[in-house]
């Protein structure tokens, strides 16, 4: 299991970039965070507002 901080510090490491990142901590889940990552909506919403860009060259 990732330590909680471990997360936090990269999280901040993204925003600190000007990354779009949403961090939602569930407690109760232990090490089994994607089935209610995935069954949360806004999951889906978020990965419609990114594309991804043309390469150059």
């Known amino acids: ?6 997360s936090e ?4 490491a993204l925003k600190a970039r000007d990354g779009n990142v949403k961090f ?4 109760e889940a ?3 965070s994607w089935t209610q990552t995935y069954n949360n909506p806004e999951l889906y ?3 419609l ?3 991804r ?5």
């Open 53 to 57: 860009q043309q390469a150059v060259g």
């Open 45 to 47: 919403e978020w990965f």
């Open 9 to 12: 510090i990269m999280v901040s």
């Open 24 to 27: 939602t901590v569930y407690p």
């Open 30 to 32: 232990d090490h089994d």
């Open 1 to 6: 299991m990732v330590p909680l901080k471990e």
């Open 49 to 51: 507002q990114h594309r």
